[in-house]
């Protein structure tokens, strides 16, 4: 079998992951990693026997290089993105993609123009229970979709200084809710607030309105000394609740409740199989560059909402 050969941008606490499942990977071959941390960059390479960058320009020249996970530092994603797509490079772009929609806009184009994949890392979707709540929600199982509730809190995590607890958390369920409505909310209305960070929001309860009454709410932030990762929906026959850490689900209908079980599967690993099965077949991927875009406009909208004290309206 012919392996796609990628490497990995920012090697920090979560793009390391990336290295170790494309080296796991039987359809992938890690061929370099990148990071402007030179001990870092080289710890990494040399964990996985491979080459170290610390510039990604010169890594670009790697012509071994077909398929890139970009992993750095919030602000740096976007561009360090557009490099890779102007070297003709298919990218997988961590969450949030961008600080801006305009960034975001361009990465859109560049990637369209090549003819390039671009996909961003909403990780959530890959969880098998929520692939099963979506079918369940599309086929009307749980009768009519009613509201949904997403839960993630933790404690401050010491490495995140560059963006606010609402594009670095809160906009995985963001994705989650557009992913499972199967559609984009009408309104936003958030409040938002700062206990601990100086600079960024570390906490943010967010609302969505959709067409017919529908909604959804989210709750994120960094204050919660443990930490939990929950999904409900409500439907008007029954109810689903997702835990995604133990990836466990339970079903409530009016006269039995039930757990389907799922095997407990990496979901970095379903993430980047899926990303490398998209290129090699030339399929549209689960999660699109315009998913991406999307969700990051809904959460500037939660953030001007909190700021205006007002429901903003979504185009
Ligand atoms: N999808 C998910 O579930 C998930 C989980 C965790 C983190 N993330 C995302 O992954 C990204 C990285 O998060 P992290 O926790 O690993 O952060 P981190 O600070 O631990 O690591 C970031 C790394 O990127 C490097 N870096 C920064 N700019 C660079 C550049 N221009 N070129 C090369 N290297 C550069 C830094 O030196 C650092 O090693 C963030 O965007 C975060 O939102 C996603």
């Known amino acids: 079998m012919k392996t796609l050969g990628v490497a990995v941008i920012g090697t920090g606490a979560w793009g390391k992951n990336h290295a170790r499942v494309y080296k796991e990977l039987a359809s992938t071959e890690l061929v370099a990693i990148c990071d402007v941390n030179g001990e870092r960059a080289r710890a990494i390479a040399d964990q996985f026997g491979v080459k170290a960058y610390t510039s990604s320009t010169r890594m670009l020249k790697n012509e071994k290089i077909e398929a890139v996970s970009v992993c750095t530092w919030s602000t740096n994603l976007a561009k360090e993105t557009l490099k890779v797509l102007k070297a003709g490079r298919h990218v997988l772009v961590e969450k949030p993609m961008a600080t801006n929609m305009k960034q975001a806009k361009e990465l859109l184009e560049t990637a369209e123009k090549n003819d390039l994949h671009l996909t961003v890392g909403f990780l959530m979707r890959f969880i098998p229970g929520l692939q099963h709540i979506r079918g369940a929600v599309e086929n009307k199982k749980i009768g009519e979709l009613v509201c949904a509730t997403a839960r993630r809190v933790s404690q401050w995590p010491e490495r ?29 209305y958030a409040k938002t607030g700062s206990m601990r960070h100086i600079k960024f929001e570390d906490y943010a309860q967010i609302m969505l309105t959709y067409e017919g009454g529908k909604s959804a709410f989210i709750e994120s932030n960094w204050l919660t000394p443990y930490k939990t990762r929950l999904l409900t929906v409500t439907g008007s026959d029954a109810i689903m609740r997702l835990d995604y850490m133990t990836q466990e689900l339970w079903i409530e209908e009016p006269k039995e409740n039930l757990q389907p079980r799922y095997l407990w599967q990496e979901p970095l690993k379903l993430e980047l199989q899926h990303f490398a099965n998209c290129i090699w077949k030339k399929e549209k991927p689960l999660v699109t560059g315009a998913d991406g875009l999307k969700a990051l406009q809904i959460a500037e909208a939660a953030l001007r909402s909190s700021a205006k004290n007002r429901a903003i309206k979504l185009k």
Request: hydrophobic share 45%; glycine share 6%; no cysteine.
């Open 160 to 188: 995140i200084g560059d963006v606010g607890v609402v594009k670095d958390t809160a906009i995985h369920d963001i994705d989650v809710m557009r992913y499972i409505f199967n559609e984009n909310p009408i309104t936003v």
